[in-house]
């Protein structure tokens, strides 16, 4: 299976270069209803997410609507590799983890949560001093496309774009590089977000304040 994850673009001086990340946003709301706030899951998941919001690893953990915990496992300063089994139990629940330098989803745990149809993606982190939480809703629609039909319709293209105006923005010094390469993902996202709720899609991204 060979998918490419085009989330990774980062500024260089002199022009394209590959690499990393950057990260927050604002929601849709059609399509269908991606779990409530208030929920069984959210105290449970408020919790977890308190235990690991400084911890210098990453941490995952899945949690059902119901508040069950079903996986909870950890990995290095930058990753989680999840086994199959865990996977397995990732359908219609919610995935959390921490990222230590506090920035936004990656591509691949964008990639994860729609090839397991999470509900809802989580990520918390402190940034700047700021504890920040990422949330992204999977709406029962989008659930039902292949990662695949995300990346290529709606963040391939939106990040193609992204980077042509963030490039534009850079050399017209509105922006610095490390602003650019900061605020990609987020931008990303929420760009992302966007473009499908005008589809009726509920793919709802947000970044918070703890
Ligand atoms: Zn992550």
């Known amino acids: ?77 930058n990753s989680i590799k999840f086994t199959w089994e865990e996977t397995s139990k990732m359908k219609g629940a919610i995935l959390t983890h921490n990222h230590p330098n506090g920035t936004t989803f990656s591509g691949a745990d964008v990639q994860l949560a729609l090839s397991n149809n999470v509900a809802a993606l989580r990520a918390v982190g402190v940034r700047d001093g700021r504890k920040l939480r990422y949330i992204l809703k999977l709406g029962p629609q989008v659930r039902e496309m292949s990662s695949n039909q995300v990346f290529k319709k709606y963040i391939g293209p939106i990040e193609e774009s992204l980077m042509t105006r963030t490039i534009e923005q850079i050399h017209t010094n509105q922006i610095t590089l490390k602003e650019a390469n900061r605020d990609h993902a987020h931008k990303l996202w929420t760009e992302v977000s966007q473009a499908m709720a005008v589809d009726g899609l509920v793919f709802d991204y947000s970044q918070r304040d703890w």
Do not use: C
């Not at 977890?48 to 996986?71: C, F, M, R, S, Y």
């Open 1 to 77: 299976m060979e998918i490419r994850y085009p989330v990774g673009y980062r500024y260089k001086e002199g022009g394209p270069g590959s690499g990393n990340f950057g990260h927050a946003g604002r929601p849709g709301m059609r399509g269908g209803s991606a779990p409530k706030g208030g929920g069984a899951w959210s105290p449970v998941i408020e919790q977890k997410e308190q235990e690991i919001i400084n911890a210098p690893i990453e941490h995952g953990i899945v949690v059902a609507e119901d508040g069950t915990v079903l996986v909870e496992t950890s990995g290095r300063s």
